[in-house]
């Protein structure tokens, strides 16, 4: 199993550009997540999904939009890149099997650059 | 709102000290707390867990401990090895928008010194 794999593994933009971040997972989990990590702030959650068809905003959503139209895939999207989303994008999933717990498998990550 | 604190956010330690990690949480429905490790370039992984119906966990030299009363959880490695350096997050699940989510900590960068 390769697990969560994100596309692509670096990308540097202009401001303004648009680009999407597709995240795979081949465990079969019903979640998944987007997260940005930047220096000092851990990882915030930006957007989730319950599953295939939902999705939902986290703590930082403004500028992302996403899209899970397949179980195994979640698409994060920028339409206007801003140098403020400079940042390491996490993609994570999760089958929760018991209410309230939630073991996260991360994928790799997306480095992205806005100039 | 929800939130985590970590504590301190810099650890240096001694090769064969202990190092203990830190965290207090705002929901006092918040059941579940994982503690993830990232290694530089690396993406994070769970590396212990424990949940609010048991005080402490262990597995070899990582132990974690709640306190679900003063909501604080704190991670304690023993022994501390190079390999051991890190950044260690610490998060705490909690339910908002109709749905459970892991919210995490600053993150805490520990330094094991040969």
């Known amino acids: 199993n390769a697990g969560v794999t994100q596309t692509p593994k670096f990308r540097v933009l202009k401001t303004g550009q648009s680009m999407t971040l597709l995240c795979a997972q081949d465990?079969?989990?019903?979640?998944m997540y987007w997260y940005r990590q930047d220096p000092g702030m851990g990882l915030r959650l930006i957007h989730y999904?319950?599953?295939?068809?939902?999705?939902a905003k986290g703590e930082v959503p403004d500028g992302y939009n996403v899209s899970r139209l397949k179980k195994q895939n979640f698409l994060l999207g920028l339409e206007s890149a801003a140098p403020s989303q400079t940042s390491v994008y996490f993609c994570?999933?999760?089958?929760?099997?018991?209410?309230?717990?939630?073991?996260?498998?991360f994928g790799p990550g997306t480095r992205l650059t806005v100039l | 709102g929800e939130n985590v604190e970590q504590h301190p956010s810099t650890l240096s330690v001694q090769e064969g000290d202990s190092a203990v990690i830190k965290c207090t949480y705002s929901?006092?429905?918040?059941?579940?707390f994982p503690w993830y490790k990232q290694e530089l370039g690396k993406r994070p992984q769970l590396i212990i867990d424990?949940?609010?119906?048991?005080g402490e966990k262990k597995d070899q030299r990582i132990a974690v401990t709640l306190n679900k009363t003063a909501k604080h959880f704190s991670l304690h490695i023993t022994e501390t090895q190079p390999e051991d350096s890190a950044v260690y997050f610490c998060?705490?699940?909690?339910?908002?928008?109709?749905?459970?989510?892991?919210?995490f900590g600053a993150g805490t960068r520990l330094a094991v010194h040969p």
């Open positions: 465990m079969n989990h019903e979640y």
């Open positions: 994570a999933s999760s089958y929760p099997r018991t209410p309230g717990t939630d073991e996260q498998f």
């Open positions: 424990i949940r609010s119906n048991v």
């Open positions: 999904s319950v599953g295939e068809g939902t999705t």
């Open positions: 929901d006092s429905a918040s059941n579940y």
């Open positions: 998060a705490a699940y909690m339910f908002s928008g109709g749905y459970n989510k892991l919210i």
